[in-house]
């Protein structure tokens, strides 16, 4: 098989997924609410079941992180993430404001297209098959190929569960080719509805760019203060178990400690005590370039998730085994200070600010460097600081006396359970919140009229017979163009009928001359005068207008008049204007 004849095998399981995921999303928008969370139970008590399992492919497919971290992970997604969407609404009607008078409808919105990362496989594909049918839609997932095996074997255990508890089948799909092309197929397939994007910042933009609507997440280089009233030991002990849980694959890791000038000894010598290596200059030097590549300044894979005595190694030197972090001191930020950057690895940079103000400036500085709008952190007992740090931080998520991670995700905190942490406008997203079931359905609303709206009434021109009087003697009955005289009477009529008086005049000749002259009215009744209102309300009564050479019509009476069979023509001299009867 040649390299394109892979790819056209891939693109083409992505549509049969897809085709597959459709038809069964169909039928699962029309579950009950007790059917839908019968399936999810399912899905979720088979996952726990299988962290450990699922831990186990995932590590020894990577090479990533430990076992006992990614089952804490997949047990996270499996037992918290599903209890906090397990008393959700998701069907039908969700909320009635009866004093507004609005009723608020769940509307799934159909197929998500799931990206699941290398970083944290099993644990990301748990959760996002749950909060995607939870919402009632079906999911494709698509796996980093260096974690292809770990994910398909997830979504197996998830999609044998619930067919097992009523699901119907292709409502969980995983690509088991996977190639570049099958990854933006399945992102801009016109079936997908929405992207739940977790990988590098080119697969995010990728994402954002696929026409679709997408969550995506941004880089990480979380700050994490450590204020003068802080309790100095719990303090680094949250830093440390944080920037070292699963060898710091999660992109809410502590990336770099910012003491006070006061308790900065303090700080350093809890951090000997509870496992830290301190990297001297030529070594610091020496894991900079192994942890990035020099031509692109992008983290190398190679270091990712490995514990801190093994990435020691490989940067040509040794660390005592039960080494938990490697510290340096930058002494900056930016691409000119390797460390400062996120690191995907249990390596913490070290900071000393004065005061509060200093660290939120510097904390803001390493955000900007490359984790804006995620997260970032503080250690204190002083609550007015506490405030103002995370009121002026850039990071959509502050966490407070608790390890980054733990914190960010909702594990240690009152925060929404999730994989996916949006970084916001900030951080070039869409959403600054943690990912769940309730983005992933839309909300349709139901709205009854509470202030009445006053209506314009358009009154109807009633057209009454009246008695017209005959053309002067001279004029000959043939006449194509009316005189003078007969206009100004079929305007004073036309007033009239419209409630208008016209200003009283002293008669003309041809006025006396009409009065004084016999009227005979002519075999058929003839308008002298006809506007467009006059035909309409003649074709909502099924009627004739009949007309003479001599009656005026207003070019659109004239158009829609003769186009719709309105008008009946009449040689005659009009002796009355009225529209005839035709019953």
Known sequence: MSVSDSDLRAVQQVRDLIRAAVAAQQRWATFSQGQIDAVIEAMATAATQAAEQLARMAVEE?????VPDKIKKNKFCSEDVYRAIRPMRTVGILREDREKGVIEVAEPVGVVAAIIPCTNPTSTAIYKILISLKARNGVVLSPHPSAKKCICATADVLQKAALKAGAPEGLIGCLTQVTTQSTQELMRHRNVAVILATGGTGLVRAAYSSGKPAYG?????????????????KAVGDVITGTSFDNGTICSSEQAILAEEPIRDAVLQELREQGTYFLNAQEMDAVGQVVFRSDTFRVNPKIVGRAAPVIAEMAGFKVPPQTRVLLAEPGGVGRAYPLSAEKLS???AFYTVRNWQHGV???????AFGGLGHTASIHSTNDAVIREYGQRVRASRVVVNSPAPQGSIGLSTGLFPAMTLGCGAMGGNITSDNIGPQHLFNIKRIAYETRPVESAVVQRAVLVPQAVPAAPASAPASAKVPDRGTIARVVERFLAQKGVSPPSAPATPVAQEAKNEPVSPPPSPVADFVSESDVLAAMQRSEKIYISPQTILTPSARDLGFAQGVFVESAANPATGAVARSG
């Open 346 to 348: 249990p390596i913490l």
């Open 217 to 233: 997440v941004g880089p990480g280089n979380v700050p994490a203060y450590i204020e003068r009233t802080a309790n100095v030991r």
């Open 62 to 66: 990577t090479g990533f992180g430990n």
């Open 361 to 367: 400036e510097l904390a803001n500085q390493l955000l």
